[in-house]
């Protein structure tokens, strides 16, 4: 068992999962990485490391309630009691609703919607009895208006958010902070730099979104006094429409 605050981050990666994960780790949190592979968390848990933090990876698939209790309950076990659960699982997926197979629709929700309510739900119920805790879920544009070409996403993201606001009113009186992250504008990733080169054009005027700014953001709402909790923040570059 670790003397640290344990903080849970499933669907941390390359860009704001693990700039979310080093921002807690250097708060002082024992931090236990998730993905559905683990060996492509090796370089986070380095970088982490590195900086004098600490952390674990694990694989898991998000979609699978299975995966998502085994996960929690070798971390409450062998790592520590979980005081902060980041859910930051995407599934942009973009086709034409005309093309759309109803297995891809349905694995789109999967990881947008259905991994936020097992993950939100195996934290709470650790969280509940002890009075405490924070749930942060990752939105998007797609969360508050549907897309052309995105209805998967559009579907599993607002889903998400409902599940989140719903969360919130439950458990906010039982001492847990639910809250929900609405990113609103593309991220400083190789994903956009390779397939949205007009966007990635403009990080030279901070018209994208710099994932280690976005991670404030999370540490802010872990830190909330709960007398002025916040449910639902946005964050987007000055330049985007809106």
């Given at each position: 068992?670790?003397?640290?605050?344990?903080?849970?981050?499933?669907?941390?990666?390359?860009?704001?999962?693990?700039?979310?994960?080093?921002?807690?780790?250097?708060?002082?949190?024992?931090?236990?990485?998730?993905?559905?592979?683990?060996?492509?968390?090796?370089?986070?848990?380095?970088?982490?490391?590195?900086?004098?933090?600490?952390?674990?990876?694990?694989?898991?698939?998000?979609?699978?309630?299975?995966?998502?209790v085994a996960l929690v309950d070798k971390i409450e076990r062998e790592h520590g009691a979980?005081?902060?659960?980041?859910?930051?699982?995407?599934?942009?997926?973009?086709?034409?609703?005309?093309?759309?197979?109803?297995?891809?629709?349905?694995?789109?929700?999967?990881?947008?919607?259905?991994?936020?309510?097992?993950?939100?739900?195996?934290?709470?119920?650790?969280?509940?009895?002890?009075?405490?805790?924070?749930?942060?879920?990752?939105?998007?544009?797609?969360?508050?208006?549907?897309?052309?070409?995105?209805?998967?996403?559009?579907?599993?993201?607002?889903?998400?958010?409902?599940?989140?606001?719903?969360?919130?009113?439950?458990?906010?009186?039982?001492?847990?902070?639910?809250?929900?992250?609405?990113?609103?504008?593309?991220?400083?990733?190789?994903?956009?730099?390779?397939?949205?080169?007009?966007?990635?054009?403009?990080?030279?005027?901070?018209?994208?979104?710099?994932?280690?700014?976005?991670?404030?953001?999370?540490?802010?709402?872990?830190?909330?006094?709960?007398?002025?909790?916040?449910?639902?923040?946005?964050?987007?570059?000055?330049?985007?429409?809106?």
């Open positions: 068992m670790t003397p640290k605050p344990v903080c849970l981050v499933v669907g941390a990666g390359d860009a704001l999962g693990g700039s979310i994960a080093k921002r807690f780790a250097r708060e002082g949190f024992f931090v236990c990485l998730a993905r559905r592979t683990a060996d492509k968390l090796a370089d986070l848990k380095a970088a982490i490391e590195q900086e004098g933090g600490s952390a674990v990876a694990f694989g898991c698939d998000a979609r699978r309630e299975e995966q998502v979980i005081e902060v659960l980041v859910h930051n699982v995407g599934g942009n997926v973009r086709e034409s609703i005309l093309d759309m197979t109803a297995e891809k629709f349905f694995k789109t929700w999967e990881m947008a919607c259905m991994a936020g309510f097992l993950t939100g739900r195996e934290a709470a119920r650790r969280m509940a009895p002890r009075g405490r805790g924070t749930i942060l879920f990752t939105g998007a544009t797609a969360s508050m208006r549907g897309g052309a070409m995105y209805a998967g996403f559009s579907a599993g993201k607002a889903g998400l958010r409902m599940v989140a606001q719903s969360m919130a009113r439950e458990l906010g009186p039982k001492g847990i902070h639910v809250a929900h992250v609405v990113v609103d504008g593309g991220i400083d990733t190789a994903f956009i730099r390779a397939n949205f080169p007009e966007r990635y054009a403009l990080k030279d005027r901070d018209g994208i979104l710099n994932p280690e700014h976005i991670a404030e953001n999370y540490w802010m709402l872990h830190k909330q006094p709960r007398d002025a909790w916040t449910f639902e923040i946005d964050v987007r570059p000055w330049i985007e429409k809106w």
